[in-house]
């Protein structure tokens, strides 16, 4: 990496929000699909949000060219990737060398976790190492479902809450979820054993922060310590930023907060074109800075939240301008406000496009209509 010595907050150039906005676009292979493999996207993109099974296959096949669903279920089903809790305490899925070090660099958050209060009174009595070692015993023996998992420990700690219990055991483990869970087109519900037992390697050290900053940077910059927070659930970061200072760019964002970044990363010109992308709920996208405006225009905050459901966003010029869902027989998009005639043509053709690529046995109308109701 070149160095370069990074300037005064003060007087740090101001980026505004397109700027931003096209820069983690062509961070995030949105701003022109690449030609990298799954493996490789999934690896440069430090894991995606696999909340639900279609999440990451949609994902991929709004950044990546050829990109075809039996290519991650193949890397699924060879254990090159695995789905398991990570970042922010959700399930994201991780190359399997990620998966053996990020999951020790976030086990702060996990400690942090079990001492909320709805499960730190729930494991009154509980000894956590004993838990941890009944667990790894009970889902190595065989991949565990969740509920047999809970029943299990309830044998042996019965004054405790069940839930406490199975959120004890994701916490102190490092578990991964087993296939057929996660395949395209052949899932099954929800079994766990120890990332360790399912790779057939041993743990491995946690992930040098130093070298997460630089990589959360590559994908997601230029960003400031906050963000990198809100994206890995992690706290006391800013040492990280100030040790690899010399190294890095700084810039300021339209609120002078100060903002990082590699000095070789993409930064293309602010009217750069963003062609329209449908996204999967939970991309991470959307959810991994503190400030959300480089791609969530301020009247559209919260427009993606329905109660518990978060709805698939819809990007337009490279920002969030509605939803979408499959429902039936029918690609249903909902604009938040009108689109012109090309840009809803240029919508039609991405949504063609994915459905293309993903469900090419089915047979969909796309229209556009309500979504959120």
């Known amino acids: 990496m070149t160095t370069t010595k990074a300037q005064p907050a003060t007087t740090a150039p101001v980026l505004g929000t397109r700027a931003l906005n096209r820069a983690t676009l062509a961070r995030q292979l949105l701003l022109g699909r690449s030609p990298m493999s799954a493996k490789a996207a999934v690896e440069h993109l430090v894991g995606l949000q696999a909340q639900e099974v279609k999440p990451p296959y949609h994902a991929l096949a709004a950044r990546l060219e050829g990109f075809a669903p039996e290519e991650l279920s193949g890397l699924l089903d060879g254990r090159e990737v695995v789905r398991m809790v990570t970042l922010r305490s959700t399930i994201h899925l991780h190359t399997a060398d990620d998966s053996l ?85 052949r899932s099954a519900q929800v079994a766990v054993t120890t990332v360790e037992h399912w790779l057939g390697r041993p743990a491995e050290p946690p992930a040098a922060l130093d070298a997460v900053v630089l990589r959360y940077l590559a994908a997601f910059g230029p960003a400031s310590v906050r963000d990198l927070q809100t994206w890995a659930g992690l706290t006391r970061t800013r040492p990280a930023f100030e040790r690899l200072r010399p190294s890095l760019v700084t810039f300021r ?85 009108d689109l012109t005639r090309a840009a809803r043509e240029e919508v039609g053709a991405e949504a063609e496009r994915m459905l293309r690529t993903l469900y090419p046995r089915g047979s969909y109308d796309i229209r556009f209509g309500t979504v959120i109701g």
């Open 101 to 185: 070090t990020l999951r020790p660099l976030v086990q702060p958050a996990r400690d942090r976790e079990l001492n909320m209060k709805q499960f730190r009174e729930g494991l009154v009595g509980v000894d956590l190492g004993r838990l941890a070692d009944l667990a790894r015993d009970l889902v190595e023996a065989e991949p565990r479902t969740m509920r047999q998992l809970r029943e299990a420990l309830r044998a042996e700690w019965p004054d405790a809450d069940p839930q406490a219990l199975a959120v004890a055991a994701r916490c102190t483990l490092p578990l991964v979820q087993v296939t057929p869970r996660g395949l395209w087109g």
């Open 253 to 337: 964002d339209p609120n002078g907060v100060e903002l990082f970044d590699l000095p070789d990363a993409p930064r293309p010109d602010p009217d750069t074109p963003a062609p329209p992308r449908l996204l999967p709920e939970f991309d991470n996208l959307m959810l991994s800075h503190a400030d959300r405006t480089r791609v969530i225009p301020a009247p559209h905050r919260g427009r993606t939240w329905q109660a518990n459901t978060f709805h698939c966003p819809l990007l337009v010029d490279g920002f969030l301008a509605g939803v979408w869902r499959l429902h039936e027989d029918a690609l249903v998009i909902e604009p938040f406000t």
